[in-house]
């Protein structure tokens, strides 16, 4: 099943009188259960793109469907819901909010939802487990290593059940062993429950392990390849 659909997404952005033409005409689908790597550039407009497939920002011209839904006319507020409960984010620099435990950050797509504070640490402990995070529920960000805030981050992505998790160089900040853990737990997701996965990533190693890879050039597509 077709999961989203990008058809000649174009987006640029002025830099004082300088049109930058950042996407020039992307086009792509992804299925169900489909992991990507998406490879380029510094500058490919790799970032860009993911934040127009996560409703962070919007592009100038072109259709995107999610789930078959064009999302072209859809409000500011549907924009949020359907963010909250479709696309799972995450990033770099793990983003998590300092000041709140593990436990709290990993809640809180759930309290933009308005569910009930005892199912809201129930369902997150649960996905704590997952990532194996359980035993740090009650640390701050502060108190934990990269790969742990990053575990943690995942968490807080997926805690929601969304429809698509959206990787911006997850392992770009941590060494190569740890990177390579974050990875796997990526890999299992994806195996285990089929969660559809983008992955920015600048490391072939990391990309050699995604079923896929997409290839970003000048704002184009250049490459689509598939292992099998
Ligand atoms: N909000 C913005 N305003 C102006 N220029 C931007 C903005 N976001 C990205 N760009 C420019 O678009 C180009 C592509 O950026 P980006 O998508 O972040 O590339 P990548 O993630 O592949 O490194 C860069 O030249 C960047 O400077
Ligand atoms: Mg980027």
């Known amino acids: 099943m077709t999961l989203l659909k990008l058809e000649n997404i174009k987006k640029s952005f002025n830099l004082g009188p300088l049109q930058v033409n950042v996407l020039r005409g992307v086009s792509f689908?992804?299925?169900?259960?489909?992991?990507?790597?998406?490879?380029?550039?510094?500058?490919?407009?790799k970032s860009t793109l993911m934040n127009i497939i996560g409703f962070?920002?919007?592009?100038?011209?072109?259709?995107?469907?999610?789930?078959?839904?064009?999302?072209?006319?859809l409000s500011d507020s549907e924009l949020s819901a359907i963010r909250n409960k479709k696309i799972g984010f995450v990033f770099q620099q793990f983003n998590l909010l300092g000041r709140l435990t593990a436990l709290?950050?990993?809640?809180?797509?759930?309290?933009?939802?308005?569910i009930p504070e005892k199912e809201q640490k129930s369902m997150s402990m649960e996905i704590l487990e997952k990532v194996g995070?359980?035993?740090?529920?009650?640390?701050?960000?502060?108190e934990l290593s990269g790969g742990q805030q990053q575990r943690v981050a995942i968490a807080r992505?997926?805690?929601?059940?969304?429809?698509?998790?959206?990787?911006d160089e997850p392992t770009g900040a941590l060494d190569t062993r740890v990177g390579q853990e974050i990875m796997n737990l990526f890999l299992e997701l994806n195996s285990t429950r089929q969660i559809?996965?983008?992955?920015?990533?600048?490391?072939?190693r990391i990309a050699a392990q995604c079923p896929g890879?997409?290839?970003?050039?000048?704002?184009?597509?250049?490459?689509r390849e598939e292992s099998q």
């Open 29 to 45: 689908e992804v299925k169900t259960g489909e992991m990507l790597a998406i490879m380029g550039t510094s500058g490919s407009g």
């Open 56 to 73: 962070l920002d919007q592009p100038d011209s072109g259709r995107y469907l999610l789930e078959n839904r064009e999302t072209a006319r």
């Open 104 to 114: 709290e950050n990993v809640c809180i797509p759930l309290v933009y939802r308005g």
């Open 133 to 142: 995070m359980a035993d740090r529920a009650g640390h701050k960000p502060m």
């Open 157 to 167: 992505a997926l805690v929601g059940s969304p429809s698509i998790l959206l990787a």
């Open 196 to 204: 559809t996965t983008l992955i920015i990533t600048h490391d072939p």
């Open 213 to 223: 890879t997409i290839l970003m050039q000048d704002g184009y597509i250049a490459d």
